[in-house]
């Protein structure tokens, strides 16, 4: 597994979720993605592995290892 160093966390995207409760969202209208961390950097104090974060596409650095994606950010 990769472990990210210093303030980082690696994050793997979950499915997105088109539907919540009774409600249908567009995929347009969704502005965050959810994520699982997977590992986080030794100065990493509030997250843990396992925790679900919301995050932007923009602000993750995609890495592919050994054929799944990634998500590395700070």
Known sequence: MIQPLY???LV???GTNSKVGTLFIPPGAQK???G???AV???VQFIKAGDTVLFS???AAEIYHMGRLYLCMN
Do not use: H, P
């Open 32 to 34: 965050f993605d959810r």
């Open 36 to 38: 699982t961390v997977l």
């Open 12 to 14: 793997e995207e979950l």
């Open 41 to 43: 950097g030794e100065e």
């Open 57 to 59: 596409k923009r602000s």
């Open 7 to 9: 303030k980082n966390i």
